[in-house]
């Protein structure tokens, strides 16, 4: 099994008033390419940065992020914006959805910025929004979707451009099991036969959490090896 993703000795520390909070406490992580990971903890316990750093949002206060042995961490950002869209795929725990573009504009958002022709990005996004079951939608903007609506326009966003490693901040936390339990399938592109993809995700939902290769507990920044 090959290591896709590797943090060596992380830290974040954002600055808070006159004081500091440090979300993540000398984190070292590895992730296996084709694998399924999920990120639990409490609430505040410092996942949602965590994955922020893997995906090159952000950048660690200290220690190091590598993908297939190239530095995240050392990226400038204009390097970095292209090699997150050749690589990742991320589904924000907000969504993140742009407002003013409605459902199809947003999954060809992406592709647009890859530069995939017009004809060829509409019939993916078209594809990929049938695919979260919102093939009815497309032209629905950001507020005249339901809270789960919105998540799956952003999880076919995540998918458009068919990466290779996919970060999902509780992708299907406002979703019921039936419908949470086939995007996962979708996430995965285990369903499609296709090469496996790696996951990364965050979750509360425990039946999610059991369909993981891997599960990695978080507490107070730190890996919490305890039960
Ligand atoms: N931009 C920021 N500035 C200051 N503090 C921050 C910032 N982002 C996060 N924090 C703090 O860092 C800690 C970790 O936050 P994070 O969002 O990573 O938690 P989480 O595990 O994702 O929580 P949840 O399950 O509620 O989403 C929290 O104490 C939070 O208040
Ligand atoms: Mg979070």
Redesign the pocket.
Known sequence: MSTILQASDISKV???GEDT?T?LNHLSLEFDAGRITAIV??????????LNLLAGFDVPSSGNVTHNGNSITAMPETTLASYRLAHFGFIF?NYNLVSILNAQENVELPLSLASVPRLERTKRAKELLARVGLGKRITHRPNQLSGGEQQRVAIARALATNPSVIFA??PTGNLDSATGSGILELLTGRSEGSEARTLIL?T?DMEVAARADKIVK?RD?RLDSGA
């Open positions: 954002y600055p808070s909070v979300a903890g409490p609430s505040g316990s410092g996942k949602s940065t965590l725990q901040d509780e965050i509360h978080i920044g």
